[in-house]
């Protein structure tokens, strides 16, 4: 297993995550921040739901990342008369061997697009349960384990009402983050002109990672340490949103531990071996809010689940490098100190 101890580690980790940053910013424009979170929830083996009014560059951002990376793709188009089996595959009865035969289905890839994921059936979505949480796969009995890396990277027009069934709570749970392209600033709509007028730039897209090097950066972030008062943090945030009188469910121990692996691969993508408050507060509004359902009384008032996310981080304790606890009213950036880097001995989570 890679790990942590040398600096070449951290090196290549952010030499390879530039490469691909680069890569997929060459097609979407102006849009940094929503690539750096791709690459956050790929790099903490996390699922990443893209949820925007159309034409933005849902799909574009979904394909641009999976193709800067040399790996297994497939393409789901969710439609109405989409079945289960279409996803997950079905075992055929082979006459010549008297025996069934298993054809995997479109999630027997490394990374999975799964475009317009609200148009199919919920039966259909429910496909997707057992393999962005276990990873795996079980047809008849059989349990077929799927390749690593993998991620699913689904989009939806959260606007469009007809012909569409929306995801359960159970299904918005298992993605790591949510994250909304939004329109592009006029500058960057006039670089989106020139470069997409032509031929499209994902026609001339060529890998710039291997498969076997995000797995071995996937590993490297896991090593990345989490004080105690970092995860005692993470931990008061998810709570807070159990007991909000805006919200008639809060996020799930499962948010926690998506919130603190995202946390590292932050704190890895901008080259540490340590997790701050910082990454935490920058990431808790994508990974808490699309899990989180408001009252009836908040939706009237148009409180939003980013709002109530925002509001609880705000009245929030955050810890100091002194071992303290402050409240600000913005995220702020600290040096590293005794409570968060680490240090000889310290144990790695």
Not at 191 to 218: C, E, N, T, Y
Not at 326 to 343: F, I, T, W
């Amino acid at each position: 297993m890679t790990t942590y101890d040398d600096r070449a580690s951290l090196t290549d980790l952010t030499t390879t995550a530039e490469r691909v940053r680069r890569s997929v910013e060459g097609v979407i424009e102006g849009k940094p921040e929503v690539v750096r979170l791709s690459l956050t929830v790929l790099l903490a083996e996390g699922h990443l739901l893209i949820e925007d009014v159309p034409g933005v560059g849902k799909t574009m951002l979904a394909k641009a990342l999976a193709r800067s990376i040399d790996c297994s793709v497939r393409r789901i188009q969710f439609t109405p008369d989409l079945l289960p089996s279409d996803i997950t595959g079905v075992s055929i009865f082979d006459q010549q061997r008297r025996d069934f035969e298993f054809k995997p289905g479109a999630i027997f890839a490394q990374i999975v697009i799964g475009d317009e994921i609200n148009r199919a059936s919920p039966k259909t979505q429910s496909a997707l349960l057992e393999s962005m949480e276990e990873r795996q796969v079980t047809i008849d009995g059989q349990t077929y384990e799927l390749p690593d890396p993998f991620m699913v990277v689904a989009t939806q027009n959260p606007v469009e009402m007809e012909g569409t069934y929306p995801l359960p709570e159970a299904q918005r749970d298992r993605f790591m983050a949510r994250v909304s392209i939004g329109y592009p600033s006029a500058e960057a709509e006039l670089q989106m002109l020139d470069v997409h007028g032509g031929p499209s730039p994902l026609d001339d897209l060529r890998p710039v990672a291997h498969a076997h090097d995000i797995v071995k950066l996937i590993e490297a972030v896991r090593t990345v340490h989490v004080a105690e008062a970092v995860r005692r943090y993470a931990v008061d945030l998810v709570s807070a949103t159990r007991q909000h009188p805006d919200l008639r469910l809060g996020a799930s121990p499962r948010a926690t531990l998506h919130l603190l692996r995202a946390a590292k691969a932050s704190a890895a993508l901008s080259g540490r071996d340590y997790a701050l408050p910082d990454d935490v507060q920058a990431l808790a509004v994508a990974v808490l809010s699309h899990r989180l359902l408001p009252t009836a009384q908040a939706q009237l008032n148009r409180r939003t689940a980013e709002q109530v996310v925002t509001d609880i981080m705000q009245r929030t304790p955050v810890p100091t490098s002194g071992g303290g606890v402050s409240a600000p009213a913005q995220p702020q950036h600290r040096p590293a100190g005794p409570v968060y880097g680490r240090q000889p001995g310290a144990r790695r989570l």
